[in-house]
Nanobody, 118 residues
Framework: VQLQESGPGLVKPSQTLSLTCTVS??????????WSWIRQPPGKGLEWMGA???????YYSQSLKSRTSISRDTSKNQFTLQLSSVTPEDTAVYYC???????????WGKGTLVTVSS
């Protein structure tokens, strides 16, 4: 299974950041699998943002819940992150991750740097 993030590398403050993760080699609707967004600001640790399960249920970090939306397009085997009202503190490398704790499998995208700046 391979994951690839895509989206703009530069977003202006107050705008909405939108990223897409395209999954190949496996289906995002496979039973037992979940698909997450994780970010890492410069010089800081990884932060889990939220996830969408194989059935379409969504889960969000409490700290980002008011600004985050995760959706999917099963016809394209993609899932999408939207983060609204961004500030320079949202500058980070954004990763998509997929996997199954049931089967002990985990897959990561290579990550994409998003800079929030005017």
């Amino acid at each position: 299974v391979q994951l690839q993030e895509s989206g703009p590398g530069l977003v202006k403050p107050s705008q909405t950041l939108s990223l897409t993760c395209t999954v190949s080699g496996g289906s995002i609707t496979t039973d037992g699998y979940g698909w997450s967004w994780i970010r890492q600001p410069p010089g800081k640790g990884l932060e889990w943002m939220g996830a969408i399960g194989y059935s379409g249920n969504t889960y969000y970090s409490q700290s980002l819940k008011s600004r985050t939306s995760i959706s999917r397009d099963t016809s394209k085997n993609q899932f999408t992150l939207q983060l609204s009202s961004v500030t320079p503190e949202d500058t980070a490398v954004y990763y998509c991750r997929g996997g199954s704790s049931r089967y002990g499998l985990e897959y990561w995208g290579k990550g994409t740097l998003v800079t929030v700046s005017s």
